[in-house]
């Protein structure tokens, strides 16, 4: 079974800086994609980011990347200069490609951006 | 504008009843998903549909059932609401590989009292 593990429940960050969330994850799959989806306080699920694990490169969007390290099963999210609008719940998502059915998300990070 | 919508966007309803909540796409996509969200997790699957007359279980299925006649909506059905069922439930749905990207509609609070 997969799961998928984001260790840190709380974040803050000022507006302006950097941060990053973590994401680990354990399968055995070989193909997979990963996503990061924003949950602001509307409920919608927004998604930020997504990585095909077949790729090397370290997928970007606009102030958000991220650093995907297969070996080690991480994949962390990183926010350039944060904005208010960026304050939400961020989710990690796991999906096998050939297996939609065993979709898994990481329990959450609330990410708190101050002015 | 595509969209994907979920009706009602909150509901109280009684231990027992039965309960369904819809979900309406028109991405025209053939794959179409129902999650629930406990307070202060992510989301579990609860069934999943690559198609018209397919239906599947995901990890959190009992207790509820859904039905795909067509390709824009995925009904979900609570057959006995019980209050562990108090959620909040996402719909969502995904073109091509089932395993691309989906999109998730706004959401329905449900509360089993």
């Known amino acids: 079974a997969q799961t998928v593990t984001q260790s840190q429940p709380e974040m803050s960050v000022q507006e302006a800086e950097t941060v990053t969330l973590s994401c680990t994850y354990d399968t055995s799959e070989n193909n997979y994609y990963l996503f990061w989806y924003k949950q602001p306080p509307s409920r919608q699920m927004i998604l930020v980011i997504r990585q095909e694990a077949y790729k090397q490169q370290n997928a970007t969007e606009n102030r958000f990347s991220v650093n995907f390290q297969k070996a080690a099963k991480s994949f962390s999210l990183k926010i350039s200069d944060s904005q208010l609008g960026d304050t939400a719940m961020y989710f990690c998502a796991f999906m096998p490609v050939t297996n939609a059915g065993k979709s898994t998300f990481g329990d959450g990070t609330t990410l708190t951006v101050k002015p | 504008d595509a969209e994907i919508t979920q009706s009602p966007r909150h509901k109280i309803t009684e231990t027992g009843r039965q309960v369904t909540l819809a979900c309406h796409q028109t991405?025209?996509?053939?794959?179409m998903f129902w999650y629930r969200q406990d307070l202060g997790h992510g989301l579990r699957l609860i069934h999943y549909s690559y198609g018209v007359q397919d239906t599947n279980k995901g990890e959190v299925s009992d207790g509820y059932s859904v039905s795909r006649s067509n390709t824009e909506d995925l009904p979900l059905t609570l057959e006995s609401a019980a209050s562990s069922q108090t959620s909040v439930y996402f719909c969502?749905?995904?073109?091509?590989?089932?395993?691309?990207?989906?999109?998730f509609g706004p959401g329905t609070r449900l509360t089993v009292l």
């Open positions: 991405w025209n996509h053939n794959n």
């Open positions: 969502a749905s995904s073109g091509g590989l089932a395993s691309s990207t989906q999109y």
